[in-house]
């Protein structure tokens, strides 16, 4: 059964097709550096942590995020579109693509930031959102991430935070799907929509349950 969340993106996936939305291949920019071209090679990580809408906002603030895209990943199906995925049976989970520049922050950071945004102890699942389409995931880029991944998990299995295991999936990043344009930016362009539903998912009362003070900074209420 499609989420409330999954009909109210149908209902945006119409109004997007008469207003025109833009490319859905299209990345943006974060707030850290508008218009800037860095001369350095630039990395790609990949995350799955729920709701796509929600997982760009915390990776954008940090300075040396270059763009981040919502997109879906994980599964068979070529070009998948927003209703497939919601759907389920694909394979595929919404996810988010951070193009940064690794001069100015490390993977080690973003990996940090992500684990602060999930809900690591459920599987098939992230706050009100159920189905694997929601699964949190490490999609890692080579060696080197891989390493890097399971190392932060296994730090977080030594700390004792939790007394249920980690389900948080670490695996070899695939095929990116772009989401259509109206998912880009949601939270930019719909911040009450955005608003609402972040609160009425308990998205950020299940993150301060989880992290406590190292939870991230809630929204206020629409």
């Known amino acids: 059964m499609q989420t409330a969340r999954a009909l109210l993106g149908g209902v945006l996936a ?20 508008p218009g800037r071209v860095s001369a350095a090679p630039l990395d790609s990580a990949t995350f799955a942590g729920g709701c796509f809408w929600c997982m ?32 389920g049976g694909t394979g595929h989970a919404e996810a988010v693509r951070v193009v940064y520049d690794p001069a100015k922050v490390s993977y080690a950071r973003l990996l940090d930031v992500f684990w602060h945004n999930v809900d690591p102890l459920t599987a098939d699942a992230q706050f009100c959102d159920e189905g694997s389409q929601y699964r949190s995931a490490i999609f890692y880029h080579g060696d080197e991430q891989r390493r890097l991944a399971e190392a932060s998990r296994q730090r977080l299995v030594e700390s004792h935070r939790f007394d249920r295991p980690i389900v948080t999936q670490i695996v070899a990043a695939g095929a990116f799907y772009p989401a259509e344009g109206y998912h880009q930016d949601y939270y930019k362009k719909n911040p009450t929509r955005y608003k609402f539903y972040k609160w009425n998912c308990g998205r950020d009362r299940r993150l301060q349950a989880l992290w406590g003070k190292d939870a991230p900074h809630a929204d206020d209420r629409p």
């Not at 119409?14 to 490319?23: E, F, S, T, Y």
């Open 56 to 87: 760009e906002p915390p990776f954008d603030v940090l300075d040396g995020v270059v763009s981040t895209t919502s997109g879906y990943t994980g599964g068979t199906l070529e070009r998948p579109t927003y209703e497939q995925v919601s759907a």
């Open 14 to 33: 119409a109004a997007a097709l008469l207003v025109g939305a833009r490319a859905s291949t299209a990345t943006h920019s974060s707030p850290g550096a």
